[in-house]
């Protein structure tokens, strides 16, 4: 395993708390018991994963042969059921770690779609899904606007990761350095979004 590899691992992890952190917020809102955070917090951590690796014919999928993925969200989403009370102002910290773990998972989705050799069109799809249908499955699960109908700019920046990572592929870039220049790409983006407030126009506005 590279150093980069190992790099992208960790953010994975980092990722995969915070999606669950995330999720368990949300079930506080909505008042659920315990298991009701640990439900909505693992499927949002391995939401998009799961159907990254359905849509690929990939079985088991991933955190079947692997639960490391599954025994982080249900610790991290009972966690934060006993310290909920932390989480409610919206720390800046896990915001700027979300922003991680999401162009990591952009760029690992759009990797193991690349890698069982699809399309280049659907392995940019494949790394948007992973990273973003999580929290799309958290919405519906609890409730809430759809993250689709926001004008936030978030799913733009998955979409900006995985296109830069199979667009270099494509190109015959080394993969540590494709996915470096892509992660850099959606996190920078996501960045900006945060620093600067930006939102997409909206239709009519």
Known sequence: MT?????????????TVVFAVSGALFAAEKRMDILGFILVGTVTGVGGGTLRDLLLGISPVSWVHNPMA???CIG????T?????????????????DAI?????AVMGAQAAIAHEVPPMIAVVMGVMTATFGGLMRDVLCA?????????????CALLGASVYVILNQFGVGDSVAASVAFLMGFGLRAAAI?????LPRFGA
């Open 70 to 72: 599954v025994y982080i």
């Open 3 to 15: 150093s980069l590899d190992q790099l992208l691992y960790v953010f994975s992890i980092i990722g």
């Open 81 to 97: 059921y006993f310290t909920v009370a932390l989480y409610r102002k919206r720390d800046a910290r896990i915001l700027w770690t």
């Open 101 to 105: 773990g999401l162009a990591v998972f």
């Open 195 to 199: 620093w600067f407030r930006l939102t």
């Open 144 to 156: 809430e606007v759809l993250t689709l109908m926001r004008p936030e700019i978030y799913i733009s």
């Open 76 to 79: 991290a989403s009972a966690l």
